[in-house]
Nanobody
Framework: QVQLVESGGGLVQAGGSLRLSCAASERTFSSYAMGWFRQAPGKEREFVSAISRSGLSTDLADSVKGRFTISRDNAKNTVYLQMNSLNAEDTAVYYC??????????????????WGQGTQVTVFS
């Protein structure tokens, strides 16, 4: 069972950048499709980005396209979320998630079986 640990969250001014990392415990990391989700206070968890096992297929939510980039380094068992041009609406707890069910996990949270504990991102103006 893979364990996921997010890092890189914090407090950032609007317009700034952060890079989130999610380190996985499994050496078979390349067998997991990965995703990033976020949850703001009082809101449901929402899809942010997903990446296939190889990293060749990616997807982003419309709200972050052009600002966020997902990538992975299978040699380091880590997936990243580069976040640029942050705004107040990006404030949330960010979670990484993993699944072995498919090559690409997609946007649906139930598709993912493993979740990290989350990292807080707070954007102030």
């Amino acid at each position: 069972q893979v364990q996921l640990v997010e890092s890189g969250g914090g407090l950032v001014q609007a317009g700034g950048s952060l890079r989130l990392s999610c380190a996985a415990s499994e050496r078979t990391f390349s067998s997991y499709a990965m995703g990033w989700f976020r949850q703001a206070p009082g809101k449901e968890r929402e899809f942010v980005s997903a990446i296939s096992r190889s990293g060749l297929s990616t997807d982003l939510a419309d709200s972050v396209k052009g600002r966020f980039t997902i990538s992975r380094d299978n040699a380091k068992n880590t997936v990243y979320l580069q976040m640029n041009s942050l705004n107040a609406e990006d404030t949330a707890v960010y979670y990484c998630a993993a699944t072995q069910r498919a090559y690409y996990g997609g946007k649906n949270p139930p598709m993912y079986d493993y979740w990290g504990q989350g990292t807080q991102v707070t954007v102030f103006s």
